[in-house]
């Protein structure tokens, strides 16, 4: 089975805090998504990567860069954090190889607080 | 570009009762079409899928939705309610590209005992 783990469930954290949300697969999946989750608005793609170093910017990026120095590792980084990056940060990964269908795994989710 | 509509951001039903959460789909190629089941503070869960073939997909929980071509709907269904399947819905598209799938605003169902 896929696994997708999100080293961290729950954060609380300061206003201008820097924040590392880290994301590991173990299928050597090639795609990794990150996806922002808040009540009434459903998934919000933020950043995605389908290759080491590479990464494009998905609905709503500002405020959010993204690091992918492995194939099996994607952190989200939140340089300075605000109130209203409050939110359930979802990581999902896919495999684009055979059929591909779009299926994403997910992880757990990271709920951030910030204060 | 694709996108998907939930309709109903809340949905009640009693124990037993039949359950039906809509959904439904734009998109300009064949779609390929997911519902994923969320429970509190968890991550999302593959509920079933349409890629191609036979129209009416079984899913886990006893769970089916049926593609609609011509009516551009996935409809999730699922003959009698469980108290365990409270949770948030959600239906999600895909054209099959790199940048993952498009998810509706979701669906939470509560379950009336």
């Known amino acids: 089975d896929v696994k997708v783990t999100q080293s961290s469930r729950y954060l609380v954290k300061r206003t201008g805090e820097k924040v590392f949300l880290e994301c590991v697969q173990d299928?050597?999946?090639?795609?990794m998504f990150w996806y922002r989750q808040d009540p009434g608005l459903g998934l919000r793609l933020i950043y995605f990567?389908?290759?080491?170093?590479?990464?494009e910017k998905g609905d709503i990026p500002e405020g959010y860069s993204v690091s992918r120095e492995k194939k099996e590792r994607f952190s989200l980084i939140l340089e300075s954090a605000s109130t209203n990056q409050t939110s359930m940060y979802l990581c999902?990964?896919?495999?684009?190889?055979?059929?591909?269908?779009?299926?994403?795994?997910f992880g757990e989710g990271s709920r951030l607080t910030v204060l | 570009a694709q996108s998907v509509t939930q309709l109903g951001s809340h949905v009640s039903v009693s124990e037993g009762a039949l359950v039906l959460l809509r959904c439904n789909y734009s998109?300009?190629?064949?779609?390929?079409l997911f519902w994923y089941v969320q429970y509190p503070n968890q991550g999302l869960q593959l509920l079933l899928k349409?890629?191609?073939?036979?129209?009416l997909v079984k899913g886990i929980n006893g769970f089916e939705a049926e593609f609609k071509k011509s009516e551009t709907s996935f409809h999730l269904t699922k003959p009698s309610a469980h108290m365990s399947d409270a949770a948030e819905y959600f239906c999600?598209?895909?054209?099959?590209?790199?940048?993952?799938?498009?998810f509706g605003k979701g669906t939470h169902l509560i379950i009336q005992p």
């Open positions: 990567s389908y290759d080491v170093k590479m990464k």
């Open positions: 999600a598209v895909s054209e099959g590209g790199a940048d993952g799938l498009t």
């Open positions: 349409y890629t191609t073939g036979a129209t």
């Open positions: 299928m050597d999946h090639e795609n």
């Open positions: 998109s300009s190629v064949p779609p390929y």
């Open positions: 999902a990964s896919h495999s684009p190889a055979g059929i591909n269908t779009g299926e994403l795994f």
